[in-house]
């Protein structure tokens, strides 16, 4: 069968041939790949650099997708650690990391909005504890997963969402109560005053800057800020101010594959699959077909619609 195949961390991959994938065991099938997207993860993946990453090559990239099983049925899957992903055209689920897609979705829709809205639906659910009426900042909410950030959390019962990023005008139509360019200081202090979660898809300097607008300005010091460490796209590292942990109540926490468990997100898939397929979330995605992966991939990394490659 074909796939994108990565050779080297420091090219693209390419469209190739590789072998077959089987099943080995009960819970296992092989599925027809309909649909899989190339998110920031999967770059990640396909360049070593990501935390679960072993070095090892050749790899085929992709976490997840929407695949079709033998009997006919459209399922979307999340993949474990693997080397054979889901940019091919066939791959094998777990069927206990998999959901049944709910009748009439596009396989493309679904598959380039489950992992960016994943990403704040498991955050708020399962490290934020959301409460309905609670006030949400979304800092880095240009991206993908940021933007979707700012209708999951209006989703899941947040009164007030805060949208901040560099140039946060280009989500003005996202939904957001307001909107705080990064560099604007005197705003950032402004919109913590009592912000209740942060979800944090930037770390690096503005993490810490923004930590460091809003923490003098709280209006009650004790008051529950949670801070919800979700991506690093502005650095892997953030230099926090040891004053900002004593000073006010904050609660520094991340999301992600390990801190919460394989359990709980499989849990949720369906759920957010179905609010998926009934549109409750706007995304954009660029169907491309897999055998164009190695011309897409740098292309699609400067455009704001999600790569979902159709094999
Ligand atoms: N933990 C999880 O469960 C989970 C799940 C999904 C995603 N993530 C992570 O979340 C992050 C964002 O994902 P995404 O899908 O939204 O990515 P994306 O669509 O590629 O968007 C990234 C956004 O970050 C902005 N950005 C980059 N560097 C920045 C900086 N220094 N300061 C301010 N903004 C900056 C970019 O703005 P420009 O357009 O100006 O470059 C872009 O709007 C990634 O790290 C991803 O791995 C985590």
Redesign the pocket.
């Known amino acids: 069968m074909r796939a994108a195949l990565v050779t080297r961390f420091d090219t693209p991959p390419r469209y190739a041939e590789v072998e077959e994938p089987r099943a080995s065991v009960a819970h296992e099938t092989v599925v027809e790949v309909l649909a899989a997207a190339v998110?920031?993860?999967v770059?990640?993946q396909a360049s070593g650099s990501?935390y679960t990453s072993t070095g090892a090559l050749p790899l085929v990239p992709g976490i997840d997708g929407v695949g079709r099983m033998e009997t006919g049925e459209l399922r979307y899957f999340i993949l474990p650690d693997t080397d054979r992903g889901s940019l091919a055209e066939k791959a094998v689920i777990d069927l206990r990391r998999s959901v049944p897609v709910p009748h009439g979705s596009d396989p493309v829709q679904l598959a380039a909005a489950m992992?960016?809205a994943?990403?704040?639906w498991?955050?708020l659910r399962h490290r934020a504890h959301l409460r309905p009426g609670a006030s949400v900042l979304v800092l880095?909410?240009?991206?993908?997963?940021?933007?979707?950030a700012l209708q999951v959390a209006r989703r899941l019962g947040a009164a007030r969402v805060t949208a901040v990023?560099?140039?946060i005008e280009?989500v003005a139509d996202a939904g957001a109560d307001a909107l705080v360019d990064?560099s604007d200081t005197a705003g950032l202090s402004e919109a913590g005053r009592r912000v209740d979660v942060v979800l944090d898809?930037?770390?690096?300097?503005?993490a810490a800057d923004t930590l460091r607008a809003i923490v003098p300005h709280r209006d009650d010091d004790a008051q529950t800020l949670t801070w919800v460490?979700?991506?690093?796209?502005?650095?892997p590292e953030a230099p926090i101010p040891s004053a900002a942990l004593r000073a006010i109540d904050l609660v520094l926490v991340?999301?992600?594959?390990g801190s919460?468990s394989t359990r709980d997100i499989v849990a949720d898939l369906g759920d957010l699959a179905s609010e998926v397929a009934a549109g409750a979330f706007t995304t954009q995605a660029r169907a491309v077909p897999l055998a164009e992966v190695e011309r897409a991939w740098h292309e699609a990394?400067t455009t704001?619609d999600?790569l979902v490659l159709v094999p």
């Open positions: 998110s920031p993860r770059r990640s990501h992992n960016p994943m990403s704040s498991i955050a880095g909410a240009t991206g993908s997963a940021g933007a979707m990023g560099r140039d280009r990064l898809y930037l770390w690096g300097e503005p460490q979700i991506g690093s796209v502005a650095g991340g999301s992600g594959q919460v990394a704001r999600r």
